[in-house]
């Protein structure tokens, strides 16, 4: 005979109890989905190479690789942990629909060289984002988020920026004004969030705590540092944009690895292969930060130093150790794999196969071909290394 207490137990949630889970950790179909269209973003070379598709793709690819394939990780994460370190209610299905349907629409746009439409979807995406962290922030909040959240805040304001620049016609034919916008888009977008998360949850995927302040005078310390940073980083991406390139370069360069030392104890406690992955990501991001200046000719090919090995690695990375705390195997984030080890050397692959033709111009079919495949299977194998964390639930929680 079974108590009642066990039926329950063995009931199976209702589907809106189910949705409310999805909508309270949206980082599960914001990845799946983010890894997806990256493979599919990527893929436009070989195609294109293959003369199977009747467009350059370099705006479609440049578009998909960052408003789709890192949107959905900035997006996943921050409606994910933002409300809970505010000690928030979490985001509902109706949000995570109104999120998710932009996500896509603006993906399909850029596929389909919709590039208005992609830039506006996108903007409403990350505005309706923010307004809905805001307001729980300010309304609703039980905690303080941590002031390194500034940074996030930042990259989210730094991507609406970008994309609207964007959207002006003006924009396309002054070379200051789009190159203004790229860096804010492009790297803007990305960076500042990889700083202002980063110095919260490096230090737990390094075997300590997490990096928020442990007191009052902490915090101002920290917002200090944020603000400075934030400050640094776009006056950098002007100072590039309006002829000061080696010094926008070494601002934001300093501004970024400064930041990081300052505020992460780079000292692991706890190894394994993702840690080395992380080490990996920041060393490559860091070269791409700063080899463009002197080879500044040649910086689009050497800047995936950073768009790839940096922030793409980085986001997988990152974004392994949310499937793992999130499914309750917080520990298996530490594990020495042979199957990490493989995506992650497949990333630093990708990261300088698509950096040499800024050296060996002859190369640059090849190596796009080259580094779009390699890049197609690393993503698809941490897919499947995933496959079932996607829909794993932590039991604690």
């Not at 970024?256 to 080490?279: D, N, P, R």
């Amino acid at each position: 005979m079974n108590f009642p207490a066990c039926k329950h137990r063995l009931q199976k949630p209702k589907p809106s109890s189910r949705w409310r889970w999805l909508a309270a950790e949206p980082y599960r179909v914001f990845f799946l989905s983010g890894a997806l269209w990256s493979i599919l973003g990527v893929s436009l070379w070989p195609l294109f190479y293959a003369q199977q598709l009747g467009f350059y793709p370099n705006f479609a690819h440049a578009r998909l690789m960052i408003e789709a394939f890192g949107s959905a990780f900035v997006v996943g994460f921050l409606g994910t942990a933002g409300p809970r370190m505010a000690s928030a209610p979490k985001l509902t299905p109706l949000e995570l629909f109104w999120l998710f349907s932009l996500h896509q629409a603006s993906a399909v746009s850029h596929l389909r060289l919709q590039h208005l439409w992609g830039d506006a979807l996108f903007i409403m995406l990350l505005v309706s984002l923010l307004l809905s962290l805001v307001i729980r922030v300010l309304k609703y909040r039980k905690e303080t988020p941590p002031p390194q959240m500034l940074l996030a805040l930042t990259g989210l304001a730094c991507g609406i920026a970008g994309a609207s620049l964007m959207l002006a016609p003006a924009t396309l034919q002054n070379a200051q004004s789009f190159r203004l916008a790229t860096l804010l888009l492009y790297q803007g977008f990305l960076l500042c969030p990889v700083l202002g998360i980063g110095s919260f949850i490096f230090p737990r995927m390094l075997g300590g705590d997490f990096g928020d302040p442990k007191n009052d005078a902490q915090s101002k310390v920290k917002l200090m540092r944020a603000i400075s940073a934030a400050l640094l980083l776009v006056g950098s991406f002007f100072l590039e944009a309006f002829g000061h390139i080696t010094l926008g370069y070494a601002v934001r360069a300093v501004a970024a690895a400064g930041y990081l030392l300052i505020e992460v104890q780079w000292k692991s406690k706890q190894g394994g292969s993702l840690t080395t992955g992380l080490i990996w990501a920041m060393g490559l991001g860091l070269l791409g930060l700063v080899l463009p200046a002197p080879f500044y000719a040649q910086h689009v090919s050497i800047e995936h130093l950073l768009y790839i090995g940096g922030f793409g690695l980085l986001i997988l990375v990152v974004a392994s150790r949310v499937l793992f705390g999130h499914s309750g195997d917080l520990e298996g984030f530490f594990l020495r794999s042979r199957w990490v080890r493989l995506w992650v050397f497949l990333a630093v692959l990708t990261a300088a196969t698509r950096a040499t033709p800024a050296w060996v111009p002859s190369t640059t079919i090849s190596h796009h071909i080259y580094a779009a495949s390699t890049w197609g299977i690393l993503a698809l194998l941490w897919l499947i290394w995933h496959r079932r964390r996607f829909l794993q639930r932590d039991e604690k929680e």
